[in-house]
């Protein structure tokens, strides 16, 4: 269970018998790839602690400093798998990321149509002839009731709407509606000072409509009589209950269809494929196509096994002849690439990769760490970058391999 930082401090003082248990820059590697977080560590607000002698699986708390000000605690586990599918700079703090949420608008009142507006606008004649009758303003209710001048006004009480399941499991805390019916049995001989409260007069009447009295000769219930009482309003009935539809499982999405029937690793063309918008990724791969020949303009690789709803992957730059998957991995302008999730996601990648009969090569940059035996970490994209990846490729395919592919 996770603790203060100055009370792990001291467990950890104690319990490896040293007075600093964790030098100055001991984790200083493993704090690299995450630059947003260095940023966002403040020491004046963790004890004196510095970044560098916290281990990124410590189970403690923390007191982080957001870019706008805002101060969190969280722990260094939670805080490196903070960003999810959202590439926003507000994903690394828990205040930010609610206030960039869009929020649902507030619920308006039902608006008339366009042509009753402009029917009721130029003055139907024997429009106000009749009484008006109200419209159906749900489609629940029969068909919508005109007025003799043919214009449909608009109900001013919309239905009842039922109470929403709370999204965290918990007991909602919406007060629920009353049920039809006076607050308490009519008894002449209860004075008003001695009424039950509600809770207890609803109890009372579910038991008294659950069994019948004792002594009492009254037939069962049957479906005739269930059907004939009306449900309270709020409470779902049992259909509605048994209607909902369950959140499909991982196991039970559906695969994209758009993949071709194709043996598992084989490239082509994949017509889901994102276009590349890195003008480094075009730049690396201007530069190989320079020096090694391969086929170009395919993006895709078929694998065995579903990969995000997809039978197929994507790689940066795909060399078919040699089936060698190029990828160049940055952390991003605001940190969140290939870090927490995203390093997760790209380790199943490789996975899928390696089972189809493919290796991958990894350029890491930005001091994040490698993945694979083949990776290869750079300061950036250099003069070289190309030479290094080739002799990475020798080292798989064999320098026979891909001499015979180099641009003369």
């Known amino acids: 269970m996770p603790e203060p930082i100055a009370a792990w401090w001291a467990r950890r003082r104690t319990s490896r018998g040293l007075a600093v248990p964790y030098p100055v820059g001991s984790y200083r590697e493993a704090w690299a790839s995450y630059p947003v977080l260095v940023r966002q560590y403040r020491p004046e607000h963790n004890g004196g602690i510095v970044l560098s002698q916290i281990p990124p699986a ?7 400093l957001c870019d706008a000000g805002h101060v969190f605690v969280a ?26 949420a869009p929020r649902a608008l507030p619920m308006r009142p039902p608006m008339a149509p366009a042509a009753v507006v402009r029917a009721q606008a130029a003055g139907v004649p024997g429009q106000d002839s009749g009484a008006p009758v109200q419209a159906a303003a749900g489609p629940g209710r029969a068909g919508a009731a005109r007025s003799p001048g043919g214009a449909v006004p608009v109900d001013p009480s919309p239905p009842p709407r039922r109470r ?43 038991r008294s409509e ?48 758009k993949t071709p029937a194709l043996p598992t690793g084989t490239p082509f063309v994949s017509a889901c494929a994102p276009k590349p918008a890195s003008a480094v990724e075009a730049e690396l791969r201007a530069e190989l196509t320079a020096r090694l020949e391969f086929e170009p303009g395919l993006n895709a690789v078929r694998v ?27 952390t991003g ?47 950036g994209l250099t003069r070289q970058t190309v030479p290094l990846l080739l002799d990475e490729l020798r080292a798989i395919r064999g320098p026979l391999l891909v001499d015979a592919y180099l641009r003369r």
Do not use: M, N
């Not at 509606?177 to 009519?186: K, T």
């Not at 990769?353 to 750079?378: I, M, N, S």
């Open 58 to 64: 410590a189970d403690v708390w923390l007191c982080w």
């Open 75 to 100: 722990t260094p586990d939670e805080q490196r798998h903070r960003p999810g599918r959202e590439r926003r700079r507000s994903s690394w703090c828990p205040e930010c990321s609610e206030l960039a």
């Open 164 to 206: 929403r399941a709370s999204s965290t499991g918990l007991p909602s805390t919406t007060p629920r509606a009353a049920p039809p019916g006076p607050p308490f049995p009519a008894d002449p001989a209860r004075r008003p000072e001695q009424a039950p409260p509600l809770a207890s007069w609803s109890t009372t009447a579910r």
């Open 210 to 257: 659950s069994a019948p009295p004792l002594g009492s000769t009254s037939a069962p219930r049957t479906d005739a009589t269930r059907a004939s009482r009306p449900d309270p309003v709020g409470q779902p009935t049992r259909a509605s209950r048994t209607g909902r539809v369950a959140r499909p499982t991982r196991a039970a999405r559906p695969v994209c269809d």
């Open 304 to 330: 065995g096994r579903p990969f995000f709803d997809h039978v197929e992957v994507w790689p940066d730059i795909v060399l078919s002849e040699l089936r060698v998957a190029i990828e160049y991995d940055s």
């Open 333 to 379: 302008r605001h940190g969140l690439e290939h870090v927490g999730h995203r390093e997760t996601a790209d380790r199943r990648k490789d996975a899928a990769l390696r089972a189809a009969g493919w290796e991958v090569v990894r350029l890491r940059t930005g001091k994040l760490p490698p993945l694979g035996p083949h990776d290869l970490q750079l300061s």
